[in-house]
């Protein structure tokens, strides 16, 4: 079965801005540098989004500048890719119930 | 049927993923490892509340945040024909690989105890490492 292969292919996303959801809630955005197998990253001119206040698990479009970061591997959730990402105004499994 | 060769079966098809978070992440599998870790493509993630949505490109799961994974009906039936055609193919090969525990191994005899298990099992447990 599937042995030491990652699923991991973060090559094509160095130099390129990507999307991390770190464990805990939060999520920053900067141009991915470097990488390991653990899943540090390196990550520049990072920004992070910040939450609401009132709910934590909410993401706004407030941000703050980190600028240079590693993440911890064991913290990264999700690693995608900014660009082509996008807020869809309404509910896109709707769309397919009602067509 | 082992949970890790269904998600492997699964690859290309739809799956929808569901995280710790409460996060749902709906795409095509493009592969998955041995940690659960996966790779989807063109996803929408749907927040906890099911209020907000997005469309990712691709996107890269680490497995230990996975809470569960919906696959479609039909990777089961996939599932039974892959290994119905991997036992067919197996005595030959598969046996040799697993160090030690191959036909003269432990529970694999006549009068085996009960350890050991199924005859087929020892080899893939070993080939992972």
Known sequence: MSRKENALDLAKFIDKGVRVKLSGGREVEGILKGYDQLLNLVLDETVEYLRDKEDMLRITNETRPLGLVVCRGTAVMMVSPTAGTEELAQNPFMQTDGA | ?129
């Open chain 2, 1 to 129: 049927m082992l949970p890790l060769l269904l998600l492997k079966t699964a690859q290309k098809h739809p799956v929808l993923v569901e995280l710790k978070n409460g996060e749902t992440y709906n795409g095509h599998m493009v592969q998955c490892d041995s940690w659960m870790n996966v790779h989807l493509r063109e996803v929408i993630c749907t927040s906890k509340d099911g209020d907000r949505f997005w469309r990712i490109p691709e996107t890269y799961i680490r497995g230990n945040t996975i809470k569960y994974l919906r696959v479609p009906d039909e990777v089961i039936d996939k599932v039974k024909e892959e290994n119905y055609k991997r036992d067919e193919k197996r005595p030959a090969m598969a046996r040799g690989r697993g160090r030690g525990r191959g036909p003269a191994g432990r529970g694999d005899g006549p009068s085996g105890g009960g350890r050991g298990g199924a005859p087929g099992r020892g080899g893939r447990g070993r080939g992972r490492e």
